[in-house]
């Protein structure tokens, strides 16, 4: 086992380096260790060396995997992301369409293995395995209440599955797999123009260097078909909004093996509460007199409502603190608060009892009640 280096060392940045700095600094060594612009016997290490940037930026660009990173180092990582979700979500094409090479980076990831855009995994050179199947996503709308109790919710998708009538082998039965004609067996065919010499895929077998001599009639000679899915899935308590969970080998079924599948949440607005990291934000208004005298509030929480009180003399815009009433941590398991902001009504009509309280008030505050009205007040200060 190897040890891993330090993310910031790598791109040669400081811990507080911008996102536009860890940009900055992986593309300018991007370049540098690009495979395609060393020597041949270089090759092999700037491989190796553009991993390791490439990895290092995937995890210091993203926010959430940044704030992991610095606050338990690799190990924040590598327990929580395969190597394929670390990619995933780094967005690469833009910083090497600006360098002008955006299809030459694809085709290098494809050939060291990586595939984060969750396709095929190729692990060593060009073999004829069988690419695993394709990841799929399927997204599920949630309440907040749903959210912070937990769920199980029932999903259904489109998938393909290996052929039942034939297992897989694209074979019907007293079929056979021969050589394929076409490339001689090499599954690839040469084609030259002037000194280069281009390979391409056969289409005949497909890249195979076989093909069957009778085709299964459900699949065609994939050995794939088309099947649909129904899953029940645990959503953990205190799930974010866009957040993806992976079920294993729930995705596309292939020769090679099953992709997964990613469950993407979206949480639906509330009527009452705005969720900030795990705290509920709940606004409400209170009377005048209210304010003034102090009152018991009845209040939502997201276990029914409960009774606050209100301290005589509450400004408006104050915020007052449900301690616990929050949304528990998906990580941590800690609850979040609940803050109730409360903005005072002014009154904006008096019946004329009510006026001469108010005037009578400020008699006794030793304010004149005005009632002088406001372009009186102005012609007055300007004589
Ligand atoms: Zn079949
Ligand atoms: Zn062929």
């Given amino acids: 086992m190897t040890t891993k280096r330090d993310y910031y060392e790598i791109l040669g940045i400081q811990k507080n380096a911008s996102p536009e700095d860890v940009k900055k600094a992986y593309r300018s060594m991007a370049l540098k260790f690009h495979p395609d612009r060393v020597s041949s016997g270089e090759k092999k290490e700037a491989e190796e060396k553009f991993k390791e940037i490439s990895e290092a930026y995937a995890v210091l660009v993203d926010p959430q995997k940044r704030k992991l990173y610095d606050a338990y180092g690799h190990a924040g990582i590598d327990s929580r992301f395969s190597e394929q979700d670390i990619f995933r979500g780094a967005d690469f094409s833009n910083i090497f369409e600006d360098l002008g090479f955006g299809s030459i980076f694809d085709n290098f990831f494809q050939d060291i293995g990586f595939d984060f855009f969750g396709g095929s995994t190729r692990k060593g050179g060009r073999s004829r395995r069988a690419h695993r199947g394709r990841d799929l996503e399927v997204r599920v709308d949630l309440s907040l209440e749903e959210v912070a109790e937990g769920v199980e919710k029932t999903v259904s998708f489109n998938k393909s599955e290996i052929c039942k009538s034939c297992k897989g082998s694209g074979q019907a039965s007293g079929s056979k797999k021969i050589t394929c004609p076409v490339c001689k067996g090499s599954g690839v065919i040469y084609s030259s123009a002037g000194f280069i010499r281009m390979g391409q895929t056969c289409l005949e077998c497909k890249g195979q260097g076989q093909i069957i001599t009778k085709p299964c009639p459900n699949c065609r000679g994939d050995g794939l078909e088309r099947g649909k899915k129904t899953l029940t899935v645990k959503i ?110 002014i009154p904006k009509k008096l019946s004329s009892k009510e006026k001469a309280l108010f005037e009578e008030l400020a008699k006794l505050r030793g304010q004149s009640a005005s009632s002088q009205s406001f372009t009186d007040k102005i012609k007055n200060a300007f004589k």
């Fill in 236 to 345: 953990p308590v205190g799930i974010r909004s866009g957040s993806s969970l992976r079920v294993r080998g729930e995705g596309d079924e292939s020769q090679g093996g099953s992709g997964d599948l990613y469950v993407t949440v979206r949480v639906k607005s509330h009527s009452v509460f705005r969720r900030e990291e795990n705290n509920l934000i709940h606004e409400t208004t209170i009377s005048l007199v209210s304010a003034v005298l102090g009152a018991e509030l009845e209040v939502p929480t997201l276990g029914g409502k409960v009774k606050m009180n209100i301290p005589a003399g509450t400004q408006s815009g104050t915020v007052f603190r449900l301690k616990g009433k929050g949304i528990t941590d998906i990580h941590t398991q800690k609850k979040g608060d609940e803050f109730i902001k409360v903005d005072v009504e």
